[in-house]
């Protein structure tokens, strides 16, 4: 029998007391105010941005909802608490809606707007305001711009690395100071200083765009760095992805041969008079101790060479070069829409020793994306350089082979007048080992820092369960996340690489976008999948695509275009995204159906396939993990078409519905036809294939059963191993589950042989590998040709352990998470398990826990939401049977025996 008991009951009659002094409560006011995601942006350029915001969730009430809100926007703080002269009071709306409020008004460029916002409760309870938030517009228009784009007086020789480039510039502000703006871009990274103090903490700006079509500038507030009388600014250029090593040829010069800097510093004094100190020929230019830098391979930093002050006032500018104005359109300029990247953790080293080969080296005690700051003493001319790699060989020393043609090094050259910090400027590396050479001993610990950079996401994902390798298993899937989005979702971040894969992308897209707020950098990076569409539709292999216009069109890769948008409107509620990206996803649909044309089966076209399979050697022929190109293709073709139908249900585009509906019928008669008999047996008889026709719902009703059995048969006769590749992974578990083999899903997640999501765990892995065998069993590498240990594709398991161990699930109906399911799949051996998922409402939370022969199940459901919460009627397994609730928000706990 079960007992259901609904906590809280005892408590009933304290809370009902309390609950009716409450009711008089105001609602709390409106918390983490956004704008386009975005907490008090500034420089940005949406037209109609969106507000949104979070009711505070009071642990002792339940059912909290908004039911109206008002919203003020002001031109300052003051006439906005004093709600005078409202440039916008939309009035009180009668609406749930607390995300994705639309601005309705025209917007001017450089112009701050403050705004609050207060709501209303499910008992017409009015809150206060909240505290004040704004956002600033940015230059908007290629004409507002009046410096000119400049580039370095001095030469340089395009064919090779040459020292990053300072430009500088004093200039006299005659009065005081009541605002200033700097707004900057450049070809290549730059980093800016003004009166010797770092404008911003924002690393590798401008970031990485198609920058042949959209070049971001980004906006400072640098005000308080400013002075009345004399000032200065110096600002530095690194080759970064413009022209420095990139690509798969290592090639040089990707986008251009020349560095070149836009900056437009305004000023506003207190009497009102606006003064423009822009780039331009009074500009002088120079080199300084940066003489190389690239993404691959490092930088070359020579201490002697230094120029102290530079960016200051009274610097002596004798052998400086005057600058060259340069003719670049300002038409491609765009704010940014995501976020930047910055130094986010820092770590220190866990273990400094000597290996069998005699080499120094540190262990960081984790993979990471970034660099070591690092302290060190000697005469003038030592140098010292460090070698970054991810692991030891099976002997314990240094690995750097899978590193390709990336030297992923460090030279530092001291200048000798004591101990000297550094740090490199425009260059990140994957590592968890560095190997120093040039030091007479050991480091101290304490010299030596681990600075992880990555995309300034906020993190709103946990999950913590009994079985400590799977824990780690979560680690390294939000280190690999972390790593891995460094300004656009890249495949690797070490070896030659580290570009925007479209299939990694799309295959750990829902995982991430439980990890960490993955809304902004993901909206930025689809603007570039779309300016990167080819005119018939082909989408790139990686995008910003570097790789040419024919590494376009794989299926599973290029589906990126439909999958990640329609990711973001179930995870975000996002439906501008849609609209936004609706032409880019149909027009990859178009595209394979022309490459499909009349019998609407993709068998032509280059196609990465179920990259990296396993393959047993041995087995090949016995149990194929192979899947035919052309079977997934089609798979892929049916899926995308699907989600081009619903977004255009979503968007109201009914012409399209049925015209993509129509194809969509053809393709999942097509496919059956040709791949699968009348009882759902497969060709390709794989994981993989079985997988993908499930989850993408290719099969008829009557083929299911079937198709299912064999692919349980599959896994059971390879002993509960997987066989998938980057296509079939991310869905395997999520197909078992649906279909009532949750306890098949486990045995594949606890699985600790290879191949398994555990077994890199086993072998120390604190990242996810690229490959199943990237260590093999006897310790030795797989190829050196592509071994990357930090490559996130197979972390997409993290998206199942959220949704169906903890069941934390997006509703498509009324998706973003303003309505719930919660459909836990409690399991034996993992004893208990706790997610957390901060969504744009608040934080769900869903665990349970096995004790004797009772679970405990607790969630919290946040305000303004609802859910469905799903309990297993024997406690455990829901494929039999489940007590379901309708729930607003709050606090739920039940207690079932389990049978
Ligand atoms: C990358 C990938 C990518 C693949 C294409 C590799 O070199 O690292 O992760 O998706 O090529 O199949």
Same mark, same amino acid.
């Given at each position: ?29 409106? =918390? ?8 008090? %942006? ?9 507000? !949104? ?44 809606? &607390?995300?994705?409020?639309?601005? %309705?008004?025209? +917007? ?38 009046? *410096? ?11 064919? $090779?690395?040459?020292?990053? %480039? ?42 990485? @765009? ?25 600002? !530095? ?22 560095? *070149? +800097? ?95 080969? /005699? ?25 010292? &350089? ?19 043609? *990336? ?10 007048? /004591? ?103 993901? =909206? ?12 018939n539709g ?21 589906d990126?275009a439909t999958i990640?948008p329609w990711?973001?409107y179930l995870?975000?509620?996002?439906v501008r995204i849609l609209e936004e990206q609706f032409e880019t996803m149909s027009g990859w649909v178009d595209f394979l159906d022309n490459l499909a044309g009349e019998n609407h089966l993709v ?31 089609t798979a892929f073709f049916g899926y995308s078409t699907h989600l081009v139908v619903e977004a255009s249900k979503v968007l109201g585009k009914s012409s399209e519905t049925a015209k993509y509906q129509s194809l969509l019928t053809e393709i999942k008669s097509a496919f059956q036809e ?22 993408f719902d290719l099969l008829k009703e009557?083929?299911?059963?079937? *198709?299912?059995?064999? #692919? ?11 066989? =998938? ?23 594949? #997640?606890?699985?600790? !042989? ?29 190829? @050196? ?17 959220? !949704?169906? @161990? ?6 498509p109906k009324?998706p ?23 969504? +744009?409402? /608040? =934080? ?17 459901? %946040? ?5 469905? $919460? ?30």
């Amino acid at each position: 029998w079960n007992i259901m008991k609904y906590l809280g009951i005892t408590s009933a009659f304290i809370l009902l007391f309390a609950f009716s002094t409450y009711t008089l409560i105001a609602q709390k006011a409106a =918390t983490d105010l956004r704008c386009e995601y975005l907490q008090n %942006p500034i420089g940005i350029g949406v037209e109609q941005p969106r507000l !949104s915001w979070m009711i505070p969730s009071e642990p002792e009430k339940k059912n909290i909802k908004q039911s109206a809100y008002q919203i003020q926007v002001a031109s300052s703080i003051d006439n906005l608490e004093k709600s005078k002269r409202l440039i916008w009071d939309s009035e009180r709306v009668n609406s749930e809606q &607390s995300t994705h409020v639309t601005y %309705p008004g025209e +917007l001017t460029a450089r112009t701050r707007y403050y705004w609050r916002v207060r709501t209303w409760d499910q008992d017409n309870q009015e809150s206060p305001w909240s505290e004040p938030a704004y956002w600033e517009m940015g230059l908007l228009h290629a004409g507002n711009w009046s *410096a000119d784009w400049i580039k370095p007086g001095h030469s340089e020789d395009p064919k $090779i690395a040459n020292p990053a %480039p300072l430009m500088r510039k004093e200039f006299t502000l005659d009065r005081n100071i009541a605002k200033a703006r700097l707004y900057v871009t450049s070809h290549g990274l730059y980093h800016a200083e003004i009166n010797g103090e770092e404008v911003t903490e924002d690393l590798f700006t401008p970031g990485w @765009t198609s920058f042949a079509k959209r070049l971001q500038y980004q906006t400072y507030d640098v005000t308080a760095l400013l002075q009345r009388g004399d000032n200065a600014i110096g600002i !530095s250029l690194g080759d970064g992805w413009y022209r420095g090593k990139f690509g798969f040829s290592s090639g040089w010069n990707l986008y251009g041969e020349e560095l *070149a +800097l836009l900056a437009q510093l305004e000023v506003e004094y207190t009497n009102g008079k606006k003064e423009v100190i822009g780039s331009d020929a009074t500009w002088k230019s120079s080199t300084g101790p940066i003489r190389m830098t690239g993404i691959y391979d490092g930088e070359v930093y020579d201490a002697r060479m230094e120029r102290p002050g530079w960016s200051k006032v009274g610097y002596d500018t004798g052998d400086w070069s005057t600058v060259k104005t340069t003719d670049i359109s300002k038409e491609k300029l765009i704010e940014p829409r995501g976020v930047p990247v910055r130094k986010k953790e820092i770590l220190e080293p866990k273990k400094i020793f000597t290996t069998p080969a /005699g080499e120094m080296v540190v262990d960081m005690g984790q993979n990471m994306v970034g660099w070591v700051e690092i302290t060190f003493d000697g005469n003038a001319g030592d140098t010292v &350089s460090i070698y970054h790699a991810e692991v030891l060989d099976k002997d314990g020393n240094f690995y750097t082979e899978n590193l390709r043609e *990336a030297e992923q090094r460090m030279q530092y050259i001291l200048k000798g007048d /004591g101990p000297q910090t550094f740090a490199p400027q425009f260059t990140f590396q994957g590592f968890q080992f560095i190997k120093l050479e040039g030091l007479d001993a050991l480091p101290d610990p304490s010299s030596i820092k681990g600075v992880a950079v990555y995309s300034d996401m906020e993190q709103t994902g946990t999950f913590e369960c009994g079985v400590p390798l799977l824990n780690q298993l979560q680690s390294n899937i939000q280190w690999g996340q972390r790593g891995n989005f460094l300004d656009v979702p890249t495949d690797c971040p070490q070896r030659d690489e580290r570009m925007g894969w479209t299939g990694d992308a799309q295959a750990f897209a829902p995982t991430a976008c439980y990890n960490f707020h993955t809304a902004a950098f993901y =909206t930025k990076w689809l603007g570039d999948v779309a300016v990167d569409q080819k005119d018939n539709g082909a989408i790139p292999f990686v995008v910003p695509n570097v790789l040419g216009d024919n590494a376009v069109g794989s299926t599973g890769w290029g589906d990126v275009a439909t999958i990640l948008p329609w990711t973001m409107y179930l995870k975000y509620g996002d439906v501008r995204i849609l609209e936004e990206q609706f032409e880019t996803m149909s027009g990859w649909v178009d595209f394979l159906d022309n490459l499909a044309g009349e019998n609407h089966l993709v068998q032509d076209g280059f196609h990465f396939g179920d990259w990296l399979f396993f393959i047993h050697p041995t087995e090949w022929n016995a149990k194929p993990g192979y899947s035919d190109v052309d079977f997934l293709a089609t798979a892929f073709f049916g899926y995308s078409t699907h989600l081009v139908v619903e977004a255009s249900k979503v968007l109201g585009k009914s012409s399209e519905t049925a015209k993509y509906q129509s194809l969509l019928t053809e393709i999942k008669s097509a496919f059956q036809e040709e791949f699968v008999t009348k009882k759902g047996r497969l060709s390709p008889h794989s994981q993989t294939a079985y997988t993908l026709a499930l989850a993408f719902d290719l099969l008829k009703e009557d083929q299911q059963e079937n *198709a299912v059995r064999y #692919l349980v048969k599959n896994i059971e006769s390879r002993d509960f191993h997987l066989s =998938t590749g980057f296509l079939g992974t991310p869905h395997l578990c999520r197909v078992l589950s649906d279909r009532g083999y949750t306890d098949v899903a486990y045995k594949l #997640l606890l699985q600790e !042989s290879y191949p398994s999501w555990l077994y890199p765990v086993t072998r120390g892995a604190t990242t996810i590998w690229e490959r199943w065998d990237g260590i093999k069993p006897d310790g030795s590498f797989q190829t @050196t040709a592509m071994n990357s240990f930090n490559h996130y594709a197979y972390g997409a398991i993290g998206d199942w352990m959220y !949704s169906v @161990t903890t069941g934390i699930q997006d509703d498509p109906k009324n998706p973003g998470y303003k309505h719930i399911f919660l459909r836990p799949h409690p399991s034996k051996e993992l004893q208990y398990a706790n997610a957390s998922h901060k969504s +744009l409402y /608040g =934080t769900i939370h869903s665990s349970w826990k096995i004790e004797g022969d009772q679970v405990t199940f607790n969630f919290v459901v %946040p305000p303004n939401t609802t859910a469905v $919460i799903e309990i297993p009627q024997n406690g455990i397994n829901p494929a039999q049977g489940v007590d379901r609730y309708e729930v607003g928000s709050g606090s739920y706990t039940y207690e079932i025996a389990v049978q």
